[in-house]
Nanobody, 124 residues
């Protein structure tokens, strides 16, 4: 059982930045593809970014590409999401997710383990 704990959310003005962290309990963290998703009120949970096991391959939703960066530190069992140039439409609860795989999945159902989420609010 992998436990994931997100942190780093908060309130920021449009144009600002936040860095989310997701710490994993699993000592074989490096065997997991990690993803970030977000869920805004009235919308479905949507894919944000994913990173492969070694951290040298990433994939982004078109809505965040060029503004967000996903990275990981396998020595610290942690994945990050650096969010720059934030917009009010980025407001959502952000979740990290994990799956023992080599594929950069983009759909929520493909991920087995989920964190509790962290709120990101971007004011205009």
């Amino acid at each position: 059982q992998v436990q994931l704990v997100e942190s780093g959310g908060g309130l920021v003005q449009a144009g600002g930045s936040l860095r989310l962290s997701c710490a994993a309990s699993e000592r074989t963290f490096s065997n997991y593809v990690m993803g970030w998703f977000r869920h805004a009120p009235g919308k479905e949970r949507e894919f944000v970014a994913a990173i492969n096991r070694s951290g040298d391959s990433t994939y982004y939703a078109s809505s965040v590409k060029g503004r967000f960066t996903i990275s990981r530190d396998n020595a610290k069992n942690t994945v990050y999401l650096q969010m720059n140039s934030l917009k009010p439409e980025d407001t959502a609860v952000y979740y990290c997710a994990a799956r023992w795989t080599t594929v950069l999945h983009t759909t929520p159902r493909e991920y087995k383990y989920w964190g509790q989420g962290t709120q990101v609010t971007v004011s205009s």
